[in-house]
DNA sequence: GTGAAAGCGCTAACAT
DNA sequence: ATGTTAGCGCTTTCAC
């Protein structure tokens, strides 16, 4: 690999010189002559800059990490590329990393920053998450964003608008003629799990409504979660006419037990979800959903780390803008009864 | 951070000691005492080796990238724990990376290796990309392995056994007594949907029996694919009984056209999907699926890479064992006619 | 058994 | 307009 000292012995000139061209330092003082050289031998050589020769001497690595509990979900897809984007506008780089099984973010991320990896990150962590496992992280000072999560007394988060999200959602099968609405929620200590919640009571307490309290599971977001959501659920006397299920993943198994159970979506039972992806398209019935603005968030979450980086301020922020949109599909219908 | 100067200084002993200690030299040459003191300053300061300098002096980041084309396929998965596991036994981090959709590989991976921030990396490019997109790759000598992927005169790869999956599927729906097989397979130049061919192929041949040409479609791995391959197979006369698909992902578009056209599964047609992950389990019917070592393969991947990079040696590699496994599920059953 | 010192590739303050 | 130089944190050779 060639480097700075190459470049600069091809062209005749100082390794400076070259360092002030090649990294567009403001006033690289040079003659345009000159300069030409430098670009040229840099051509010629295929140069590029040693990432740890910068990093050492500038103390800064120009990557943000960006750890998510299950990178393979396919929720995450938008949220990476968002992130991806803003940061490759800026100048920097995403290093993708797990939120591992065993240890809950903590030892990850202390790594990634401690050991000079990243110069900040932004995190999230999942539903089924200990919130005591965060607690490194706000006693250290590093610039870390939580994203669709919080810990007390942490400042610095990007998360969607889940209240509203969950509000649309019910709404919803409520204009549908739905008066016995259920809820499949996450786990009650779950940060998004809480502020759905909110959405759903909200939207019918606004229509005059009031559900027992057994028509909210809060079981969590996994696949199998849903399953044993929908048994719960549909053992219930009366049963449901409709279900918000708070999560992409918990309804594809809701959708999957229902059908296993015999129960006919939408004609028996209408089913929305909260978050869209490619798996909702691709159920049976197509699964109705309410599109959550991951891409946004993304973008969002990357900003607010830079400008922690560089500048030390922080905040929390809701993204409220794009709102969260119905993605109407073949999954919910008015009532029978109706 | 604490740095190693920190750590001596706090010792009372130099920084070549404090050095040989803490990154475990062969031969540290220090007494037990120092070493005890060492230890317990570094412990106190809570000192980590700083990547860069590290990197900077030794030439070695002990980081190999991994890159797939979409980092959300659930198909991935495994892959990826295969390759990580690997890479914490022997001592190096996985850096993960997205071929990206514009430009294919090249520009990432050049990047990574020309700046220095990887040592090496597992290379899997996606069924759409041009061969011709990979070039660059082979004239450099960089310690780049192919994941389930070919380039004429590059050597390095590690591949899933698609012969044997595609076979195996082929068998279990000729061993339910079907006798017109369809074979909805990946791109032409795809270089596993070849290998899946002559599975296929040679499963058929076996049992004595042809398919007419139109049998097999070669559209693609992603799930509208899979739907365009439904339609076009279902035109056919005569119809299919079953289609072996060579792609979970067109596999549950392919299951989803059939549902919209009104074809039962298994009743009307059998489909078993070479590749299975969480998806093929909730979709309805259930997808029967052959499941692939993605797992072993990472390993494999990362070993052969770690090997590439600390002895120089090169190998191609299949992985057999452990073998593809079928998993009978409900989308496959015997024909109607049988 | 321990320490001093050079140097990896780069940037930036300071000459010239 | 261009060059010299110090030093980021680390490993390693060499000297003691």
Redesign the pocket.
Known sequence: ?A???DVAARAG?????V??V??D?PDS???A??RERIVDAARELNYR??FA??A????RTQVVGLVVPDITNALFTELMHGAEDEATERGYTVLLGRSDDVRPGGEVIARLIGEGRVDGMALQVGDAVQPAGLRDLITTQAPIVLVNSSYPGHVGSVTLDDHRGALIATQHLLELGHERIAFANGLPRSFTAKRRRTGYKLALATAGLRMPKEYETRIGYTVDNGRTALRRLMALDPKPTGIVVANVNAAVGLLGEARRAGIRVPEDLSVVTVHDSWTAENTWPPLTAVKMQFYTVGRAAVRSVIRRIETGETSDEVVTDPPPELVVRESTAPPRTA
Chains 1, 2 share one sequence.
């Not at 050492?56 to 103390?59: G, R």
């Open positions: 690999m480097t700075l000292g000139v100082s390794i400076s010189a360092s002030r090649l990294s330092a003082r040079v003659s002559a000159t800059p040693n020769g910068r050492l001497k500038s103390a």
